[in-house]
């Protein structure tokens, strides 16, 4: 086959990239679906591999934050020169076994990053873009340095199509609404994080994808705890936004906190007397607050605690003492025996930042609520080696990062858990919260009465 | 607010995906028993508004899934997971004659999927749904790259799949209506398989030139990086089988790995222009017959095919793999009777092996990529001169139509990516 031979021609060839294996056949790489919300799984496979053929699946994520993150994991072709990362195992990376989702959970900063990073996405209306890539031979770095065989980009998504953005600012609340597509009502959620601070957007984002209009509180500043609006009257004016909007159900409207936004959850659940939440979904959050204080007092509680804070051997602070032993009367504790709605409880076993299950367990929530009657409304599901930070699911583990403490003070806190069980934890925790919120908030049983 | 029905769970997985993926339509928190109609509501590019829908009846759970459940009534019947989407048809005073094609693949189309109290069969405008979502469907998967291709007088549209190649590529013609339509080329190359889209009709440089040369040209002057040049297909419909079936066969420059050949026929003079090639059917046009609502059929200008073997590609010549799809009930060209042919001319030649015929009965001429509408007749322009506008009969009974897009789209992939990825070469005799 003969071509008149022209300098483009000619220069065209040589840019064709070389690769380690068979020259003029690349593999097919197939990620289904290319486009996902971050809770939908996918199915990664690799195809017209030579047989028996080692290769490494790779995927790197840029942050918002100009960080880079990857993960990656060993195969071996099989006589039909095919991979599937849903089928096959793992033999090596930054995860192991059979592992559909692990190119995404197990990610973690590159080598000579900075210490300390979380990834959490701010802008919510654009996708996390994920490029999952195959290389030849099981390789543990250098990935930069060479070009992958094949090479597939996949956005993973906050906001469904429909979903709508609502910046709030209303009687002094501010925070940021969601609202799924489609007519409405819908039931709602106030959506609260912990003492980090800030205006976190993407679980109510995500919640809204799922049918839920979701408003993400702010409440403190990321280093400000002592001006935190903590009074009850910010959180029931916030609470009767979401449950006066046109466009959602008054009487199907519940709390999800995490950290301090469960500690939030379980107080006013029990001693609000303005709002009557339907459900509540508490994370890696405890009972424990010094009742009908002034938050000025919680927040010079909490610096006299400041001895019982610990240093790991990386001078990582742990803080899950400063709230031990759980006290044995009242005034430091929500009376959680007068809670009236259904209560889900996500705590990890390996959490260093709150003692969340001695308080779930102990002198705490379950017996409170066994004297008072109640804790038929009491779920509590506990993962062993998972931290404090469960987030949503396939998001990478985070066992420390970088935190601003008080008077924006910078350190670094110890969440806890391992990687492989703290995704575990995430996953099969959140398919529990979508279908308890959806059994209270959706399903045509009447709330349960207190007995 | 007092409903009897309140907070019904709608959802659509996944909620974006490609245009040839299947998706889950569930709708959960209902009363038992209740019936309810799911309807797909979807406006096109054009402005057009077309709608489907389908009648179910909530199980013990309080839940319907389209994928599982049977429709009692609508545009589709049975247990039909998209048949939200191939039955979508033109809203009750649309313009007649309508045919959905998305030109601008850049954006998804996007169906609003809601869910009434009841069992409707029109008036869904006038009432409020219980509940909807948004669906995206595209045909560009994401890190998939458009490159318009104007070089040498061309008309093209060049999409490269995500990644650093070098991948296989593909000529993708269409048939006689002419235009650069683009989406069939963007889908492909979602599936790995770098794909030119070309208009060979409208510029003049394509018309006049001898087929193989033309596209010899036209090939080395889009020759890119990322293509491996000794890994190149073609894809035709209709007008583009016979472009396709002489680039196969006669070209002296271009080898080609596999031949796709859907709605087409190998009737044609060998030699000759594009130009030349479309005057010699309509020396035929008496043969024009309409059926009651007169609507054309072409099918007969070809008929009967020829003995004469200058007046047929010869397809015993072929080198490589063919795949022929054919609806048997074609009205616009005589695609069947033509495959029949082929099929005894490649046997008498000895290299039937390479020949596939996929042969589906009810189904028209207008094989499309799976799961947009179906349309038995539709407005057609005749380039002329003079131009005028036509009903053209296309043949095809929607649900028999429908499946054999889905059936030849998956084995026309499987098709593409045997020839233009297999590691050992096909048989290049």
Redesign the interface.
């Known amino acids: 086959m003969t071509r008149p031979s022209s300098p483009v021609l000619l220069f065209a060839r040589l840019l064709r990239p070389s690769s380690t294996m068979s020259p003029a056949v690349p593999p097919v790489l197939s990620v289904v679906p290319s486009r996902a919300l971050v809770d939908e799984t996918f199915r990664v496979t690799v195809q017209n591999l030579p047989p028996g053929s080692a290769v490494t699946l790779h995927s790197l994520h840029r942050s918002e934050d100009e960080d880079m993150w990857e993960a990656f994991g060993h195969y071996v072709s099989d006589q039909g020169g095919s991979v599937s990362v849903s089928d096959d195992f793992c033999f090596g990376g930054t995860y192991t076994g059979k592992e559909a989702m692990g190119l995404l959970w197990s990610m973690r900063p590159v080598p000579g990053s900075r210490e300390g990073l979380r990834l959490r996405k701010r802008d919510v209306c654009t996708p996390q873009l994920v490029h999952i890539s195959v290389y030849g031979g099981h390789a543990e770095q250098g990935f930069a340095a060479r070009p992958p065989l094949a090479s597939v980009l996949s956005e993973r998504w906050f906001m469904g199509p429909g979903v709508r953005r609502v910046e709030v600012k209303e009687k002094g609340a501010r925070g940021t609404l969601f609202i799924p597509p489609g007519p409405g009502p819908f039931p709602g959620v106030l959506d609260m994080w912990g003492g980090g601070g800030g205006l976190l957007e993407y679980r109510s984002a995500l919640l809204a994808s799922h049918g839920y209009a979701s408003l993400a509180l702010e409440y403190v500043n990321p280093g400000e705890l002592e001006s935190a609006d903590m009074e009850f009257k910010y959180f029931e004016t916030a609470f009767n936004i979401v449950r006066l909007h046109p466009l959602v159900s008054p009487d199907r409207v519940g709390f999800f906190g995490l950290c301090l936004g469960s500690i939030m959850t379980n107080y006013l659940a029990a001693e609000s007397t303005a709002i009557k939440p339907r459900c509540c979904v508490c994370v890696s959050g405890v009972h424990l607050y010094p009742r009908g204080a002034a938050f000025t007092e919680v927040y010079q509680a909490i610096t006299l605690k400041a001895h019982k804070v610990r240093l790991d051997e990386n001078n990582h602070e742990i803080w899950r003492y400063r709230e031990l032993p759980i006290p044995g009367d009242l005034s430091g504790k929500v009376d959680v025996g007068r809670i009236n709605c259904p209560m889900l409880l996500v705590n990890g076993l390996d959490d260093q930042n709150l003692p969340t299950v001695e308080a779930a367990e102990d002198v705490s929530m379950a017996r409170m609520m066994r004297a008072a009657g109640n804790d038929h409304l009491l779920t509590r599901i506990e993962y062993p080696a998972a931290g404090h930070l469960i987030e949503p699911p396939y998001s990478p583990h985070f066992r420390a990062t970088k935190f601003i403490k008080q008077n924006r003070e910078k350190v670094t806190l110890l969440w806890g858990g391992r990687t492989k069980p703290h995704s575990d934890a995430q996953e099969d925790s959140w398919k529990k919260i979508l279908a308890f919120l959806q059994q209270h908030l959706y399903a045509n049983n009447p709330p349960r009465a207190k007995m | 607010?007092d409903r009897k029905q309140?907070?019904v769970?709608?959802?659509v997985?996944?909620?974006?995906?490609?245009m040839d993926?299947k998706f889950l339509v569930l709708v959960?928190?209902v009363?038992p028993g209740f019936q309810l109609t799911v309807y797909a509501s979807y406006r096109c590019d054009d402005g057009h508004s077309w709608e489907a829908f389908a009648h179910y009846t909530a199980n013990a759970s309080?839940t319907v899934n389209v994928s599982e459940d049977h429709s009692l009534g609508g545009t589709y019947c049975g247990v039909e997971p998209m048949g939200l989407m191939w039955s979508l048809r033109p809203v009750p005073g649309s313009k007649p004659g309508l045919r959905m094609r998305k030109m601008n693949v850049l954006t998804p189309m996007?169906v609003?999927i809601?869910v009434y109290r009841g069992h409707l069969t029109e008036g869904f405008v006038d009432q409020?749904?219980?509940?909807?979502?948004?669906?995206?469907r595209?045909y560009m998967?994401?890190?998939v790259r458009r490159v318009p291709v104007t070089e040498g007088g061309l008309t093209a549209t060049l999409f490269l799949p995500?990644?650093?190649?070098?991948?296989p590529g593909l000529l993708d013609l269409w048939g006689g209506g002419g235009k650069l339509v683009e989406y069939r080329a963007a889908l492909l190359a979602?599936?790995?398989i770098a794909s030119l889209a070309l208009d060979y009709l409208t510029p003049q440089i394509t018309k006049e030139n001898d087929v193989s040369v033309l596209f010899y040209n036209e090939w080395?002057n889009v020759?890119?990086?990322?293509v491996?040049d000794?890994?190149i297909g073609i894809l035709g419909l209709s007008f583009g089988t016979s472009i396709a079936l002489k680039m196969a066969v006669y070209s002296q420059?271009f080898?080609l790995r596999c031949v796709v050949c859907i709605s087409g026929s190998h009737v044609q003079p060998i030699k000759g222009s594009v130009e030349q090639i479309m005057t010699s059917f309509h020396n035929n046009v008496d043969k024009t017959r309409f059926n009651e609502e007169q609507q054309v059929i072409w099918r007969d200008l070809l008929l009967p095919i020829p003995t004469d073997p200058s007046l047929k590609v010869e397809v015993g010549r072929l080198r490589c793999p063919l795949l022929m799809v054919v609806g048997e009930d074609d009205q616009n060209w005589p695609a069947h009777e033509s495959a029949v042919d082929v099929k005894e001319m490649m046997q008498r030649a000895g290299n039937d092996h390479l020949l596939t015929v996929l042969s589906y009965p009810s189904a028209g001429h207008l094989i499309e990529p799976p799961f947009t509408p179906f349309a038995r007749a539709s407005s057609y322009k005749i380039l002329g001169p003079p131009l005028q506008m036509v009903m053209v009969l296309w043949g095809g009974e929607t649900v028999a139509h429908s499946r054999a897009q889905e059936d030849a789209w998956r084995k026309t992939l499987v098709f593409l990516?045997e020839n233009l990825?297999?590691?050992t070469s096909s048989s290049h005799l």
């Open positions: 607010m309140c907070c769970k709608l959802s997985q996944p909620s974006r995906g490609l993926e959960q928190s009363l309080g996007e609003t809601s409020v749904p219980l509940a909807a979502v948004v669906v995206e595209w998967a994401p890190g995500s990644g650093p190649g070098p991948f979602s599936h790995g080395t020759q890119h990086p990322q491996i000794s890994r420059v080898k990516r990825y297999r590691a």
